[in-house]
């Protein structure tokens, strides 16, 4: 009787030890997840979540990107899943089927934003496809997007279209969309990504070499009409004002405080006599991010030769800690080794370029990236950047990158 006890008792407690640590996992595999606005759109990506060294992680994929996201937490039904960048988290509830459903955080500079959000389980499409493309997309495209106040502003897309699955980006005179996916169904295109501050959704009807009724959907900010007409030739315009050195200014003169509150100037014996690269970014700037990986990978590669680079970081608030946390993410994900300063002003002050670097005109794109010769002078300013998910235009960028740092090491 006493060993039938015993035996139940042990049952019992397996059995309640392994509902717990199941009702403490999420489901392994695929998910379709859909952040819904106020306006009813629905932005739409896919992750996966998978067993990494006895943890569970998932990684949101963007058509080539995978973007890894290992800060989950579970507890009970509720999961706490931190952006591995930007000040984006997701604040969910397990249910029955598997599914996860909550809200999307972002913070702004004014307020944290949130959006409705549901994780479907078991569903790895993105787009349900029910007609087959009737129409190719591939090649590249002169965009206009128009403005709530009907003001237009250009861009330039590049898609690449497989059967009805579509791939692609939009480049802008500042900067790339980073990685679009979708599906072309029937003749309506349908594009989306999601990487914790990018929330996009593209839709339009292509119709031969034009494409027409479009509608792009960014997070919380009002809609945008947009239309387009093939042109392998297609460019961009210059219509932003580059940021240059005033008259009478040769050099740049700051001082600013690093993420462990360490004083570090463009005057200290780290700079001297070498090549300087400056990047103006800020935490909250996707575009920052690729550029930060990319100048982490070079920095490594180019320290031994006489190079430097100092990142400036512009943030969304004054409030050092706050910034400190949001930028301590890309340092520690991309192994950054070069100092990342926090600048005393925030991206939305109207004066802060007269405020941190009064030598400039106004800084009017992020990333912007600033060359230094070995005597200190500024010997060339690049406004925006193109990332990976812009193929050619990434390859052109590294490769004009590349020839101005042997150039400048060769004074």
């Not at 994780?119 to 997007?145: D, H, I, L, M, P």
């Not at 914790?196 to 959704?201: I, V």
């Not at 300063?341 to 941190?356: A, G, N, V």
């Amino acid at each position: 009787m006493k060993q039938s006890l015993f035996l139940i008792v042990v049952i019992f407690l397996f059995s309640t030890t392994a509902f717990t640590q199941s009702a403490n996992k999420l489901r392994t595999g695929w998910y379709r997840a859909a952040i819904t606005r106020e306006d009813g759109a629905e932005i739409i990506f896919n992750a996966e979540v998978q067993l990494k060294n006895g943890k569970q992680v998932m990684y949101i994929r963007n058509a080539e990107e995978r973007l890894l996201v290992d800060d989950i937490k579970i507890k009970g039904d509720s999961v706490n899943i931190e952006m591995p960048f930007f000040e984006s988290f997701f604040r969910l509830q397990i249910q029955n089927d598997g599914k996860l459903v909550g809200k999307w955080f972002k913070a702004g500079s004014l307020k944290l934003l949130e959006f409705p959000v549901e994780f479907v389980y078991g569903n790895k499409e993105r787009f349900a496809v029910t007609r087959a493309a009737t129409e190719n997309s591939t090649g590249r495209w002169q965009v206009a997007f128009t403005r709530p106040n009907g003001t237009d502003r250009p861009a330039i897309a590049e898609f690449q279209q497989k059967g009805s699955s579509l791939t692609g980006t939009f480049l802008t005179p500042s900067g790339d969309y980073r990685f679009l996916e979708g599906a072309v169904n029937g003749d309506s295109l349908l594009l989306s990504c999601f990487d914790g501050s990018h929330a996009y959704l593209f839709t339009a009807t292509i119709s031969g070499n034009e494409i027409k009724n479009g509608m792009y959907y960014s997070s919380a900010v009002p809609a945008e009409k947009w239309h387009a007409t093939k042109n392998e030739k297609a460019a961009l315009p210059d219509t932003t004002q580059v940021t240059q050195l005033k008259p009478g200014e040769s050099k740049l003169n700051f001082t600013f405080k690093d993420v462990n509150g360490k004083n570090v100037s463009i005057n200290d014996a780290r700079f001297k006599n070498k090549v300087v690269v400056i990047q103006i970014m800020g935490s909250w700037c996707p575009n920052c991010m690729d550029e930060s990986q990319f100048l982490s990978s070079f920095y490594k590669e180019y320290k031994s030769k006489g190079v430097e680079v100092v990142a400036l970081a512009y943030e969304y608030s004054t409030d050092f800690n706050r910034s400190k946390a949001s930028i301590q993410k890309f340092i520690n994900r991309f192994g950054i080794k070069y100092p990342v300063l926090i600048t005393p002003t925030t991206t939305s002050d109207e004066q802060r370029t007269e405020k941190t670097l009064p030598q400039l005109t106004p800084i009017r794109s992020f990333p912007t990236t600033i060359f230094l010769s070995k005597n200190g002078n500024v010997a060339k300013i690049h406004q925006g950047f193109y990332g990976p998910g812009t193929g050619e235009f990434y390859k052109e960028y590294k490769a004009e990158f590349y020839r101005t740092i042997r150039s400048l090491l060769a004074e």
